[in-house]
């Protein structure tokens, strides 16, 4: 049995302005439903503060595609968001993988949760992967080795681009823009044309630019597991 934990914001609204946000439900589904119809693989949810994970509107309605509809649609999976377990409720020695969903809300949430980086450190250092997707990379940016070295500091990585958060109209109410931050802490940062599936797996490391990576994203880390 493969585990993998599946990581999620509670923030539901911009620090910055008065909008909703919350998950991209799509950089859900899309990984989950690769994993889901395999009784070898066990996947867990989890977010920063436990309970409830907010679904950014914006994902939602027209940007609901057919796979991710039925999800919404589906009462049980929809409860799980509602009922996520809090870091101190699991352990990392139980998972093989980690993986962090996206949303403008993980910018506050992610990036200096020390449960979170403890989780991805350990996960990483006991063999298993770690990954993440769009603004979901942020929980990458300050993960350390018990070497002191950050985890990406020689890895290739991919996130949500400038030009990407220029064109969600988004650049002045983030907090920091995720690709300038990745190029300061990573090894290389890589990119293809916006809002395209793009993956980058350098070790046991994967990144996804955007929200249609996510399905990409999934397909590196199953084949990471062996699956």
């Given at each position: 049995?493969k585990?993998?934990?599946?990581v ?37 949810l ?8 907010p679904?950014?509107p ?60 403890a ?5 990483y ?10 603004h ?6 300050n993960?350390?080795l ?28 983030v ?35 955007n ?8 397909e ?8």
């Amino acid at each position: 049995m493969k585990k993998i934990l599946v990581v999620l914001t509670n923030v539901d609204k911009y620090a910055t302005k008065d909008e909703p946000t919350g998950l991209w439900l799509s950089e859900a589904t899309h990984f989950i439903e690769e994993f889901d119809h395999n009784d070898n693989v066990q996947i867990d949810l989890v977010s920063p503060n436990g309970g409830n994970v907010p679904l950014d509107p914006k994902s939602l309605g027209d940007s609901l595609d057919a796979s991710t509809k039925a999800y919404f649609e589906n009462e049980s999976f929809m409860n799980k968001l509602k009922n996520t377990l809090k870091p101190s409720e699991v352990s990392a020695s139980d998972y093989d993988a980690i993986y962090f969903t996206g949303g403008h809300g993980t910018m506050w949430d992610f990036p200096d949760n020390a449960e979170l980086q403890a989780l991805s450190r350990d996960i990483y250092e006991k063999g298993g992967v770690v990954s993440g997707v769009c603004h979901g990379v942020t929980a990458l940016l300050n993960v350390k080795l018990s070497n002191g070295l950050l985890l990406i500091n020689d890895k290739k990585v991919s996130g949500f681009t400038n030009e990407e958060e220029e064109l969600a109209q988004q650049t002045k109410y983030v907090p920091f823009l995720l690709e300038d931050a990745l190029r300061e802490r990573a090894s290389e940062y890589v990119k293809s044309s916006p809002y395209t599936s793009y993956v980058t797996t350098d070790g046991r490391v994967v990144t996804g630019q955007n929200p249609q990576s996510s399905k990409a994203v999934a397909e590196s880390v199953k084949e990471l597991l062996g699956l």
